[in-house]
């Protein structure tokens, strides 16, 4: 129930000291105080990646430009929304125009690698009609599309906010892609919920994951974090639903498919086919096999 607000006028003005709220309150107050100048806000990296896909991607958006002059104009405005957004971190980064403006002089080239991500997904699902349709509801298409621009910002040196993009796109659509992890072009996911991505994972060219995809990180000591901890993936290979591969040290190579439900911590040679071997049994009765049926 929503008290109205006589209500809680009339409440707060009986709380006592020793009300554990006010505690509460207080240490959250004190948290901003400190965060003051330091803070940025989800919300606000949330609508920064959605106006700046809606602009590479006028298949998506509500907003319609008249005139390149207009496009360009949005650009310049997204460019000045990262630079107020960077500003917070300037103690870490030293200077939030130079980086906002080196990231936008690489948007060119990350629009011409989605573009060749999402034309490979159309030409490899049957079921694609379009690359308009890709860029418009193929969620592994918007998970790649948000890890290119967090990549780029990582590389720039920024902390923080390309995890909040990465995570952005993770709370959308299922993938947990990394920002520091390294893919090349075009990188395919073909319905991909439940794909995790690690930090140092390296996927060469024409990679297609399928989803539950996991590219991880056998256990290692935090002490270890800045080494190569996830596998590399290299050209032209195909890796089937909920497959597992892990450590830094492992390598796929190049033309390899990796069969569903397989799990690697070693490395696969070039042109390899990995998969699990399905045993068919036929039995006679209900006793042959000595197990009861499951209703899930």
Do not use: C
Request: proline share 5%; hydrophobic share 45%.
């Amino acid at each position: 129930m929503v008290l109205p607000l006589r209500s809680i006028k009339s409440t707060k003005a009986h709380r006592t000291g020793s009300d554990p709220l006010d505690g509460l309150a207080s240490r959250l107050h004190n948290v901003l105080a400190e965060d003051r100048g330091t803070h940025l806000a989800k919300a606000r990296v949330a609508a920064w990646i959605r106006n700046l896909l809606d602009t590479l991607f006028p298949q998506t958006a509500e907003q319609t430009y008249a005139t390149a002059g207009e496009v360009r104009d949005a650009l310049d405005a997204s460019a000045a929304e990262l630079r107020s957004l960077l500003r917070p971190l300037e103690a870490e980064i030293d200077d939030a125009a130079a980086v906002a403006a080196a990231f936008f002089q690489s948007l060119p080239e990350i629009h011409r690698q989605l573009m060749i991500d999402a034309t490979a997904l159309e030409r490899g699902d049957p079921a694609a009609e379009s690359v308009d349709e890709v860029i418009l509801a193929y969620p592994g298409f918007l998970a790649i599309a948000v890890h290119r621009v967090a990549h780029r910002i990582s590389d720039l040196g920024v902390p923080l906010l390309p995890r909040v993009l990465s995570e952005w796109a993770h709370e959308r659509t299922g993938i947990d892609i990394h920002p520091g992890a390294t893919l090349g072009h075009p990188v395919v996911i073909d319905h991909g919920t439940g794909i995790v991505i690690g930090e140092t994972a390296l996927i060469g060219n024409n990679v297609k994951l399928y989803q539950g995809v996991t590219l991880g990180a056998l256990s290692v000591a935090k002490s270890l974090a800045s080494t190569k901890r996830h596998p590399t993936i290299e050209n032209d290979v195909v890796i089937y639903a909920n497959a597992t591969i892990l450590g830094g040290e492992t390598v796929i190579g190049a033309g390899t498919l990796i069969g569903g439900n397989t799990w690697i911590t070693s490395s696969v040679p070039p042109n390899s086919i990995v998969y699990q071997r399905s045993e068919v049994h036929v039995r006679q009765g209900r006793e042959d096999f000595g197990m009861s049926d499951f209703v899930i």
